[in-house]
């Protein structure tokens, strides 16, 4: 709002200086309304503004004015004094305030009407955080949108939108990240609310930066082709690796208006037709940006778009059949296909029968004979399973798999029980939405990796002892202690599991974990970890199962923590600025001490 002095003067002004002292010194800070304003005198002008820099509050009455430029003492944010717009998107732009002289004295207005609301303004900021990477934007972002009321679907909509258009590589951990920090919202407190969307919009805006945009292809002319077809057709262009192909079918899809559980079929069959892609990861990102259709509509005018961004990766992906590892020494990419061929011949048994999960299905698929697992799989679907309830049963034991991980293993294997734990809970989350016959080979790739990580429960973690006399909030101070201190792996895993076992409340317990979880400088997969965890712990009522869960997450959180919590400081500062702290104050005195 550029600002021009005139002789008449109303109730909303507050006397700030005597006109001439000001013109002689050149500049004045003063506080108006609680607020703290610096006015200058220039090129024969009085011009007022907020004497906080936007960038990060330290007093722009140290700066320098030359020709209608105002330039921060400390990291240099220049602003062009009349409106106080600035020369640098990282900095954002100053509030100026209308300036009047009267009698020979100057007077400002502290609170003026604003061209836009709050809310309008950090939605434009958001934008520019995500095209140009900038955390500190990012975080004042965040903190000014959800405080101005507005709902994180609305800034996670724009984040899916921009991550889906800016990066020619497709959906990849960015998107994943945020709509998986969406998902555990509930979960958190006001403050971590702002941290859940804080972080995964940096996610999202260092997945694209530098990146080329995406140049879609285009839905056919032809819109009355059946389902089965198209279908066949996405099928078979994924096979040949035809990506192209592929996003043309796609979109055909989409515009025909098939619905979400049809266009989830047509994804999961491509995605399942090859073995474990890209150990997971290509089916965990399908289930996250159709779980990301869910928070911003299936009519989303960008849907296409949303859907569009998994083509390339499901095209290009190893496929595991191609592996040593699932080959030798027991052919189970082979044997896995021995059952696929009798699914329809199972299913068909068991459609009249009510399957109920046995007391030792667990153990049957921690078994050390391949065979006994697929046998565990074959007898469930002969039985009456159905593919909700199969997934649902091997999610659990690949997570259990997460609770008795060994310590004693290379650091980098946990990545190997994640995987195997995440790409089962997205089965399962697909196997929610579209329960197809097809969808049982994902199932049972999920359960040979079950198999094939058996060797990192050897020997296994102890489970911890139960203490139903423990105290609960000695227990959230021990695990946070525990996530202070590298190597407290299982000393985590007990608070977690003991913290439960003494009656303390699973809805504190999950918002202690995602407290944790945000202050650090987590990477992809402990992200991952958090939500699918949390997720099937939320599924299950049984308190044993609850409670290995339980123990999964924290476990896995504490092999990853402590952290340099970079992210955090960012979003400390951020914090600070919203609530007008005087933050090179606070760094001075500490400096001092």
Same mark, same amino acid.
């Given at each position: 709002?550029?600002?021009?002095?005139?002789?008449?003067?109303?109730?909303?002004?507050?006397?700030?200086?005597?006109?001439?002292?000001?013109?002689?010194?050149?500049?004045?800070?003063?506080?108006?309304?609680?607020?703290?304003?610096?006015?200058?005198?220039?090129?024969?002008?009085?011009?007022?503004?907020?004497?906080?820099? @936007?960038?990060?509050?330290?007093?722009?009455?140290?700066?320098?004015?030359?020709?209608?430029?105002?330039?921060?003492?400390?990291? *240099?944010?220049? !602003?062009?004094? /009349?409106?106080?717009?600035?020369?640098?998107?990282?900095?954002?732009?100053? $509030?100026?305030?209308?300036?009047?002289?009267?009698?020979?004295?100057?007077?400002?207005?502290?609170?003026?009407?604003?061209?836009?609301?709050?809310?309008?303004?950090? +939605?434009?900021?958001?934008?520019?955080?995500?095209?140009?990477?900038?955390?500190?934007?990012?975080?004042?972002? +965040?903190?000014?949108?959800?405080?101005?009321?507005?709902?994180?679907?609305? @800034?996670?909509?724009?984040?899916?939108?921009?991550?889906?258009?800016?990066?020619?590589?497709?959906?990849?951990? #960015?998107?994943?990240?945020?709509?998986?920090?969406?998902?555990?919202?509930?979960? %958190?407190?006001?403050?971590?609310?702002?941290?859940?969307?804080?972080?995964?919009?940096?996610?999202?805006?260092?997945?694209?930066?530098?990146?080329?945009?995406?140049?879609?292809?285009?839905?056919?002319?032809?819109?009355?082709?059946?389902?089965?077809?198209?279908?066949?057709?996405?099928?078979?262009?994924? $096979?040949?690796?035809?990506?192209?192909?592929?996003?043309?079918?796609?979109?055909?899809?989409?515009?025909?208006?098939?619905?979400?559980?049809?266009?989830?079929? %047509?994804? /999961?069959?491509?995605?399942?037709?090859?073995? =474990?892609?890209?150990?997971?990861?290509?089916?965990?990102?399908?289930?996250?940006?159709?779980?990301?259709?869910?928070?911003? &509509?299936?009519? *989303?005018?960008?849907?296409?778009?949303?859907?569009?961004?998994?083509?390339?990766?499901?095209?290009?992906?190893?496929?595991?059949?191609?592996?040593?590892?699932?080959?030798?020494?027991?052919?189970?990419?082979?044997?896995?296909?021995?059952?696929?061929?009798?699914?329809?011949?199972?299913?068909?048994?068991?459609?009249?029968?009510?399957?109920?999960?046995?007391?030792? !299905?667990?153990?049957?698929?921690?078994?050390?004979?391949?065979?006994?697992?697929?046998?565990?799989?074959?007898?469930?679907?002969?039985? #009456?399973?159905?593919?909700?309830?199969?997934?649902?049963?091997?999610?659990?034991?690949?997570?259990?798999?997460?609770?008795?991980?060994?310590?004693?293993?290379?650091?980098?294997?946990?990545?190997?029980?994640? *995987?195997?734990?995440?790409?089962?809970?997205?089965? *399962?989350? +697909?196997?929610?939405?579209?329960?197809?016959?097809?969808? =049982?080979?994902?199932?049972?790739?999920?359960?040979?990796?079950?198999?094939?990580?058996?060797?990192?429960?050897? @020997? @296994?973690?102890?489970?911890?002892?139960?203490?139903?006399?423990?105290?609960?909030?000695?227990?959230?101070?021990?695990?946070?202690?525990?996530?202070?201190?590298?190597?407290?792996?299982?000393?985590?895993?007990?608070?977690?599991?003991?913290?439960?076992?003494? &009656?303390?409340?699973?809805?504190?317990?999950?918002?202690?974990?995602?407290?944790?979880?945000?202050?650090?400088?987590?990477?992809?997969?402990?992200?991952?970890?958090?939500?699918?965890?949390?997720?099937?712990?939320?599924?299950?009522?049984?308190?044993?199962?609850?409670?290995?869960?339980?123990?999964?997450?924290?476990?896995?959180?504490?092999?990853?923590?402590?952290?340099?919590?970079?992210?955090?400081?960012?979003?400390?500062?951020?914090?600070?600025?919203?609530? #007008? $702290?005087?933050?090179?104050?606070?760094?001075?005195?500490?400096?001092?001490?």
């Amino acid at each position: 709002m550029c600002m021009s002095n005139v002789d008449t003067i109303s109730d909303e002004y507050v006397a700030i200086a005597d006109a001439a002292t000001l013109r002689e010194e050149g500049r004045t800070v003063a506080s108006a309304d609680g607020i703290p304003i610096v006015v200058f005198h220039h090129e024969g002008e009085f011009r007022a503004v907020n004497n906080r820099c @936007p960038h990060m509050g330290f007093p722009l009455s140290e700066g320098s004015v030359d020709e209608g430029v105002l330039t921060c003492e400390w990291h *240099h944010a220049r !602003f062009e004094l /009349t409106c106080g717009d600035t020369f640098d998107p990282w900095a954002d732009d100053v $509030e100026s305030y209308p300036v009047r002289v009267v009698d020979g004295s100057v007077y400002v207005d502290p609170d003026p009407q604003r061209d836009e609301p709050p809310a309008v303004h950090w +939605a434009e900021r958001l934008e520019d955080g995500l095209e140009q990477n900038l955390r500190l934007v990012l975080a004042k972002s +965040a903190i000014g949108l959800l405080r101005a009321g507005v709902d994180p679907e609305d @800034p996670f909509e724009t984040a899916v939108v921009f991550g889906t258009k800016y990066r020619e590589g497709g959906w990849s951990s #960015g998107l994943t990240i945020l709509t998986a920090l969406l998902n555990r919202v509930p979960d %958190l407190d006001d403050d971590d609310r702002e941290r859940a969307l804080y972080q995964g919009l940096v996610q999202v805006a260092s997945d694209c930066a530098d990146q080329p945009p995406k140049f879609d292809q285009e839905a056919f002319e032809a819109q009355d082709v059946p389902f089965s077809r198209l279908k066949s057709w996405f099928r078979e262009n994924v $096979e040949v690796r035809d990506a192209d192909g592929a996003e043309r079918v796609l979109r055909t899809a989409v515009a025909a208006d098939y619905t979400p559980e049809q266009l989830t079929e %047509l994804l /999961t069959a491509a995605a399942t037709d090859h073995r =474990y892609l890209d150990t997971g990861h290509r089916f965990d990102h399908l289930n996250k940006a159709t779980e990301a259709l869910d928070h911003v &509509g299936w009519d *989303h005018p960008e849907s296409a778009d949303v859907l569009a961004s998994l083509v390339r990766g499901l095209a290009t992906a190893q496929r595991s059949e191609e592996l040593s590892s699932w080959r030798q020494p027991d052919d189970l990419a082979g044997r896995s296909e021995e059952s696929f061929d009798r699914l329809d011949e199972m299913v068909a048994e068991g459609a009249d029968e009510t399957w109920s999960e046995p007391d030792d !299905f667990t153990d049957r698929l921690h078994s050390e004979e391949p065979e006994a697992v697929y046998s565990a799989l074959d007898d469930a679907i002969r039985n #009456g399973t159905t593919v909700e309830q199969l997934a649902r049963a091997v999610t659990f034991a690949a997570g259990k798999r997460v609770a008795q991980f060994s310590t004693a293993n290379e650091f980098s294997d946990w990545n190997t029980v994640h *995987h195997s734990f995440t790409f089962a809970n997205a089965v *399962h989350r +697909a196997a929610q939405r579209a329960p197809t016959t097809e969808l =049982y080979r994902g199932v049972y790739d999920a359960a040979t990796n079950v198999y094939l990580d058996r060797f990192l429960n050897t @020997p @296994p973690a102890p489970e911890p002892a139960v203490d139903a006399d423990a105290d609960p909030e000695t227990e959230l101070q021990e695990l946070r202690h525990c996530f202070e201190m590298e190597g407290e792996v299982n000393a985590a895993g007990t608070h977690a599991a003991n913290f439960l076992d003494a &009656g303390g409340d699973p809805e504190r317990l999950k918002a202690e974990l995602g407290n944790a979880l945000l202050q650090e400088d987590t990477g992809f997969h402990t992200f991952q970890a958090l939500e699918a965890g949390l997720r099937q712990f939320d599924l299950r009522e049984h308190p044993a199962e609850r409670r290995v869960l339980a123990t999964a997450v924290a476990r896995y959180l504490a092999a990853h923590y402590p952290t340099r919590r970079e992210r955090e400081q960012t979003y400390s500062i951020a914090a600070r600025l919203h609530r #007008g $702290e005087r933050i090179h104050e606070a760094a001075e005195a500490a400096a001092d001490d």
